[in-house]
């Protein structure tokens, strides 16, 4: 038998991102250009670096919702660890240890504390963005070796890609693999499905959570490193919100709340088209409020059209039904 | 008495309100000026903004929902009061703009949640964004000053009644007109029968859809004419007003025994959650410990509330983000 084929979400959301792109080149001649592709990547690196990790724990059936406030207390710790003497690749893997353990935390909260993941990330994003203030107090870090920071803001030599590029492109290829070609990620799937027949069907389901909010954790440490030297600065209220940004990217990218469903190129797709909108919406002078509406109304968008097509089908199967 | 004594042990607000009298007496005890007039009006002025929305939010996290637009909302609200009220309207008229634009954003919430079925993390995520990108259109980079607010709200904002703050008392008389309403009126208690167990509520014949929208309607009415409230405390509204209060918001009922897995709390432990929380900064001031520990206390509490609730209650563990089915 053929196999039927069908129009998945995340198609929609690629087909969404050329259109972007093709209607912003035509809207605006620096649209394509270098130097605006180069700024769009920068812009949502960090964005993106998280959202890889988010699509597993969403999958999963769970959330995170302190991910911007790891990522800014990771930035915060290797700007106190630079400032306090330590040299700075040293201050950057302690950025990265902060990030692991704050995953750890939510972990360790949710599997082994039995307590639902929303009240306790949103317990942790106050928790690490106020140890931020604790660490820096209203003193933010800026003088960084002139040697790192040009990291944030140049092109690697030959290219019109931002050093960033590096590692987004090897994690998200490395999260890609896992999520869709190995046992981690088809028991990912499975948790999100139904977490008790995962369970009997012998899959460690409170060790794979733990882990992939470590995971988590851990990347929003890689974005926190990327977004301090971005900004060549670490200060305690850097990166305010970005959690909404992140779990809007994640969802419009196909990836189902309820959890089981999504795929990691939707998602990406899905960032993306969210730094191409911004970049357009920024070169014909729109005000950048309207980027707020846009990134609420494609979250909206999100789940509305699934449901309307859900609805329409069942309507016009039950249709069918009465008829015979 | 031996029943008198379990049923006293069974009240969820104990623990969060016994929590509230060791900060209280500790603090007081630190520092004698916490005990004075002026610092109990700090916390009462303080708080009334949490406490009114957190009312507000009990209706909808009993449900096993969650509204996170009240933040744009409620900022919303108070920049379009302090507006109009500059270009020469009445205070009624004010006021009835604030309602209609919680209404507005009630109705959108509770019929995308209800009637479309879909989960109101993510649509009010979606309205939060709509609306505070709205907001800081039309608001631009103006401000709403002091001269621009409506009398009657620069009235209740700074002025007490034998020492109790007007916006406190207006949080209390909402939180008691709310509570008897949870309480006595049948519909509303069908809130609770929804939140722990939407199927068997279904099932006895409870209006499901109905329920849920108008739940959403009236924490949105709530949320605009906190605008009011907002606008009272500080005086003043500008495009950042009320930026990531939804979060106080949720933690004040979770401290306060509102379980995010619905079914259970009340408006009088999400008003006390919400006092604990302000009660808790001040005693950082009054103690002497810098301002900055604040958040991280903060945050430390919430999680031990949610702890100490998880361990106190024999529920099945959560399956799901929201907590348990």
């Known amino acids: ?324 | 008495m031996k029943t008198a004594m379990t049923k006293l042990f069974r009240i969820r607000e104990l623990p969060v309100f016994l929590a509230l009298v060791i900060v209280v007496l500790i603090t007081g005890t630190a520092n004698p000026e916490f005990f004075t007039l002026s610092g109990f009006q700090d916390i009462t002025l303080g708080v009334a903004v949490v406490a009114t929305l957190a009312v507000a939010q009990t209706l909808v996290i009993v449900m096993k929902h969650i509204d996170l637009s009240v933040g744009s909302t409620i900022g919303f609200s108070a920049y379009l009061i302090g507006d109009a009220s500059s270009q020469g309207h009445g205070f009624w008229y004010c006021m009835g703009l604030a309602l209609a634009l919680g209404l507005a954003v009630g109705a959108a919430n509770g019929f995308m949640v209800a009637y479309l079925q879909l989960p109101s993390l993510v649509v009010t995520l979606g309205t939060l964004y709509i609306v505070r990108g709205i907001f800081n259109e039309v608001a631009g980079g103006n401000t709403i000053t002091e001269d621009m607010v409506p009398g009657p709200i620069n009235f209740i904002g700074l002025n007490t009644f034998f020492g109790i703050p007007y916006l406190f008392i207006v949080a209390v008389v909402l939180m008691l007109i709310v509570g008897f309403i949870m309480k006595r009126i049948r519909s509303a208690r069908d809130l609770y029968a929804i939140g722990s167990n939407l199927l068997a509520a279904e099932l006895g014949g409870i209006p499901v859809a109905r329920r849920v929208f108008l739940a959403f309607l009236a924490t949105g009415a709530v949320s605009g004419l906190a605008g009011a409230v907002l606008l009272a405390r500080f005086n003043t509204a500008a495009a950042n007003s009320g930026n990531g209060l939804e979060l106080s918001v949720v933690a004040a009922c979770v401290v306060g025994g509102v379980a995010i897995a619905g079914g259970v709390g009340t408006v009088y432990g999400a008003v006390i959650g919400a006092i604990l929380l302000q009660a808790i900064t001040m005693a950082l001031g009054a103690l002497g410990i810098p301002q900055f520990w604040q958040l991280a206390v903060n945050g430390t509490l919430l999680i031990a509330a949610i702890s100490l609730d998880r361990y106190l209650s024999t529920r099945v563990k959560p399956t799901s983000i929201m907590g348990a089915k």
């Not at chain 1, 035509?26 to 890889?52: C, G, K, P, W």
């Not at chain 1, 799937?189 to 409170?206: D, L, Q, R, T």
């Open chain 1, 1 to 324: 038998m053929k196999k039927k084929y069908t129009f998945g979400w995340d198609q929609g959301v690629a087909i969404f991102l050329l259109m972007t792109v093709v209607i912003g080149s035509f809207v605006s001649e620096y649209f394509a250009n270098f130097d605006n592709i180069s700024f769009v990547i920068q812009d949502i690196a960090e964005i993106a670096i998280i959202a890889l990790a988010m699509t597993y724990l969403i999958i999963a059936g769970e959330i995170d919702l302190s991910v911007a406030s790891i990522l800014c207390l990771s930035s915060a710790t290797l700007g106190f660890l630079f400032r306090n003497g330590a040299p700075f690749e040293m201050a950057i893997l302690g950025g990265l240890l902060v990030g692991l353990l704050c995953g750890l935390i939510n972990g360790f909260l949710v599997t082994v504390v039995g307590l639902p993941s929303l009240a306790v990330t949103i317990g942790t994003l106050a928790l690490f963005r106020g140890l931020c203030y604790a660490l820096l107090g209203n003193e933010p870090v800026n003088e960084l070796p002139e040697e790192w920071i040009v990291l944030g803001y140049e092109n690697i030599p030959g290219t019109f890609l931002p050093w960033s590029t590096i590692p987004l492109a090897i994690l998200a290829a490395i999260a890609w693999i896992v999520l869709h070609y190995t046992r981690i990620g088809r028991w990912t799937f499975a948790i999100g499905i139904n977490p008790e027949a995962a369970k009997f069907s012998g899959i460690p389901v409170a060790r794979m959570k733990l882990g992939l909010f470590a995971v988590t954790g851990l990347m929003s440490g890689v974005a926190g490193v990327v977004y301090t030297l971005r900004f060549a600065s670490a200060s305690p209220d850097g990166a305010v919100g970005y959690e909404l940004s992140v779990i809007a990217a994640v969802l419009f990218g196909g990836v189902a709340i309820a959890g089981g469903v999504g795929t990691l190129w939707g998602v990406l797709a899905a960032v993306l088209s969210l730094g191409a909108i911004r970049s357009v919406l920024q070169l014909i002078d729109f005000s950048a409020n309207a980027l707020l509406v846009v990134s609420g109304a494609l979250l909206l968008i999100s789940v509305v059209v699934p449901k309307a097509i859900e609805i329409y089908q069942s309507r016009r199967n039950s249709a069918f039904v009465t008829k015979i």
